[in-house]
């Protein structure tokens, strides 16, 4: 089994700062990609971004160029640097990896256990 474990999540005001952190362990084949998703209440888990091994990123049109996704392969890290917040960024944010477990015949996503952002004055 893929552990996966967030770690920065709290309060911050509007406008401020803030870097979330997921580290990946396990007999882990490979990773292909490692990302974050969030969820209000009431509302569907989405994506926020995600990372590819060869480096590429993604976001949603929300994030509107002020989160960045980054990782770190050797560490088995992805981190989502958060600026900007608004109110409406408030949500759990979940980390996850599509990845391959020693005992999987192929990559399947695995997910954390999610830290909660709020964003309030």
């Known amino acids: 089994q893929v552990q996966l474990v967030e770690s920065g999540g709290g309060l911050v005001q509007p406008g401020g700062s803030l870097r979330l952190s997921c580290a990946a362990s396990?007999?882990?084949?490979?990773?292909?990609?490692m990302g974050w998703y969030r969820q209000a209440p009431g509302k569907q888990r989405e994506l926020v971004g995600f990372v590819t091994s060869g480096g590429s990123t993604s976001y949603a049109d929300y994030v509107e160029g002020r989160f960045t996704v980054s990782r770190d392969g050797a560490k088995n890290t992805v981190y989502l640097q958060m600026n900007s917040v608004r109110p409406e960024d408030t949500a759990v944010y979940y980390c996850n990896a599509f990845a391959r477990y020693y005992t999987d015949s192929r990559p399947k996503d695995y997910w954390g256990a999610g830290t909660l952002v709020t964003v309030s004055a």
């Open positions: 396990g007999s882990i084949i490979r990773i292909s990609t």
